[in-house]
């Protein structure tokens, strides 16, 4: 069974550097079957795809996807030794103050597998 | 704005059959598969359908999805009152390389 479990700080600064940490279990992250992504849903609202990450069959490496949105100010990594893919969104206002999930999926379909989501709330 | 369109609102009552709808405006759906997502207050949304029509293991066959060139539909039959819930469709947009969303449909059991 595939799981997911978002963690970082629930509160965030304006103008600072949002981080959060996706763990899974049940799959590796470096697998080619699955991308790995990160989605939010601000107070009220709907979802938003942030951007996503993923090994190719062809390549030893991780290509990202990134919304244009928010494509100057994210940047999506992994950390194979730990089974972890992270987020970062830099320059936070209070505009990006939402619920953040992580997710998988395979192919060009959406995700299968979400976390649990964190709420972020970016105040000073 | 979503690139997706739903209905923001439907509503049944215990026993009969709604059907929620999702149009595309940007061809998304006419050529990739739709999902859908139920999502209860305060929690995640979890798959109900993906692949246009196919429930994962778990999700009653109460719930049932279709697809046409360039809309969807999502049916609960047989309404409880623990549908009332936020329900959202989904595809993959090529050019965005990920999936985009409707801007949900919101579910009262009356």
């Known amino acids: 069974q595939l799981q997911l479990q978002e963690s970082g700080p629930g509160l965030v600064k304006p103008s600072e550097t949002l981080a959060l940490t996706c763990t899974v279990s049940?799959?590796?992250?470096?697998?080619?079957?699955?991308?790995w992504g990160w989605l939010r849903q601000p107070p009220g609202k709907g979802l938003e795809w942030i951007g996503s990450?993923?090994?190719?069959?062809?390549?030893?490496?991780?290509?990202?996807d990134y919304n244009p949105s928010l494509k100057s100010r994210v940047t999506i990594s992994v950390d194979t030794s730990k089974n972890q893919f992270s987020l970062r969104l830099d320059s936070v206002t209070a505009a990006d103050t939402a619920v953040y999930y992580c997710?998988?999926?395979?192919?060009?379909?959406?995700?299968?597998?979400w976390g649990q989501g964190t709420l972020v709330t970016v105040s000073s | 704005q979503s690139v997706l369109t739903q209905s923001p609102s439907v509503s049944g009552t215990p026993g009969q059959r709604v059907t929620i709808s999702c149009s595309d405006g940007s061809s998304s759906i006419g050529r990739n598969t739709v999902s859908w997502y139920q999502q209860l207050p305060g929690t995640a949304p979890k798959l109900l359908i993906y692949r246009n029509s196919q429930r994962p293991s778990g999700v009653p066959d109460r719930f049932s999805g279709s697809k046409s060139a360039t809309s969807a539909s999502l049916a609960i039959s047989g309404l409880q009152s623990e549908d009332e819930a936020d329900y959202y469709c989904a595809a993959w947009d090529d050019s965005l390389h990920g999936p985009v969303f409707g801007g949900g449909t919101k579910l009262t059991v009356l």
């Open positions: 990450i993923y090994y190719s069959a062809t390549t030893d490496s991780a290509s990202t």
């Open positions: 049940g799959a590796s992250v470096s697998s080619r079957s699955y991308y």
């Open positions: 997710a998988g999926g395979v192919g060009a379909t959406p995700p299968l597998y």
